[in-house]
């Protein structure tokens, strides 16, 4: 059986893998959802988190396991899970982007989507007076993130997201070879995601080779699709 920690994005928590996280536990394996710095139930404020205070909890998990983990990221948890992969290599078994950002080392994730002016994220996004968090234009959550989503789950997700700390968009990766470029990378693909639109997707895959699993569906498939999501997790923990 396998060990996976699931990386939430932004402005989200842990919460989100409340349908993926039962089903894969339920086939045996040990699963942790944590909340990030400043998002989900976690205390520090989000004006002041930093990428590096990512790093530094799912670091601080990842020691606790006894064998190495499936890392999984969604969207800007791709940020995070990168950086992670760079300082604790030999914790991981495998790094797993779902609809998720992955800058090249020198790049922030900003820099991953400043080509698409026009894409509901950036029109969506709203930030602080201090610059330090951005939230999403609440009438364009459904359309941007939720989809494909039932009603129920959609109103429960749109009443836990909070302010994200812009930090972890604009901090650039410092990635390696010898240590990011050691671990199995893997890329979840979601076809028809408003968030982080397909091509997008794509074009970061062809400057950061993965393995690809393709998904018919929107932004968040831990809400649309977790049986297939979770199936694919656990095919890529017995590769």
Not at 124 to 138: K, Q
Not at 151 to 177: F, G, H, K, N
Request: proline residues 8%; contains cysteine.
């Amino acid at each position: 059986m396998a060990i996976f920690i699931l990386v939430h994005g932004a402005c989200h928590g842990g919460w989100c893998w409340e349908k993926v996280q039962p089903i894969l536990e339920s086939h045996g394996h040990k699963v942790c959802a944590p909340d990030l710095p400043g998002l989900g139930k976690d205390p520090m404020p989000p004006a002041n988190v930093t990428l590096a205070d990512n790093v530094e909890k799912i670091s601080r998990l990842l020691d606790r396991m006894e064998e190495p983990v499936v890392l999984v990221g969604h969207a800007l948890g791709g940020v995070t899970i990168s950086q992670t992969a760079e300082a604790r290599r030999r914790k991981i078994k495998a790094l797993v982007y779902v609809c998720g950002l992955m800058p090249p080392s020198g790049k922030a994730s900003r820099e991953m989507t400043a080509g698409d002016p026009d894409m509901l994220f950036r029109r969506s996004r709203e930030v602080s007076p201090d610059g330090l968090t951005y939230t999403f234009a609440r009438s364009q959550l459904p359309a941007l993130f939720y989809e494909d989503v039932s009603p129920e789950d959609l109103y429960r997700a749109m009443e836990r997201l909070r302010p994200q700390p812009i930090s972890i968009s604009t901090t650039p990766v410092t990635l390696t070879e010898e240590r990011y470029g050691s671990v199995p990378r893997w890329y979840i693909e979601c076809t028809h995601d408003n968030a982080l639109r397909v091509a997008r997707q794509r074009a970061m895959v062809k400057a950061v080779p993965c393995k690809v699993i393709t998904m018919e569906c929107g932004h968040t498939p831990f809400y649309s699709a977790p049986e297939e999501l979770a199936e694919h997790l656990e095919m890529i923990a017995r590769s």
